[in-house]
């Protein structure tokens, strides 16, 4: 089993930055892929950008690169770096790893809000 612990999140204007980490509770060079999903009430949690052991990246076509995803494994972190926050950012942001074994886990979120 592995538990992930998203923080970094909160209250912020238009144009600010946050960075969201993510620490898993096993050493993640177990972990194939981790990334970072987001959702609002009412909507489906939607893909944001992930990142693969071989530390391949990709993301979804409203970061406009804005978002920047890294990945520590000495300390079993995954971050988000977010620049450039819209108020369309607003969301509860999860983590997301999925095992060398196949196995998916998601964190429990962290509110990111943006303000006009």
């Known amino acids: 089993q592995v538990q992930l612990v998203e923080s970094g999140g909160g209250l912020v204007q238009a144009g600010g930055s946050l960075r969201l980490s993510c620490v898993a509770s096993r050493s993640i060079f177990r972990i194939s892929t981790m990334g970072w999903y987001r959702q609002t009430p009412g909507k489906q949690r939607e893909f944001v950008a992930l990142?693969?052991?071989?530390?391949?990246?990709n993301y979804r076509d409203f970061v406009e690169g804005r978002f920047t995803i890294s990945r520590d494994n000495a300390k079993n972190t995954v971050y988000l770096q977010m620049n450039s926050l819209k108020p369309e950012d607003t969301a509860a942001y999860y983590c997301?790893?999925?095992?060398?074994?196949?196995?998916?886990?998601w964190g429990q979120g962290t509110q990111v809000t943006v303000s006009s």
């Open positions: 997301w790893a999925r095992l060398i074994s196949a196995s998916d886990y």
């Open positions: 990142i693969t052991s071989g530390g391949n990246s």
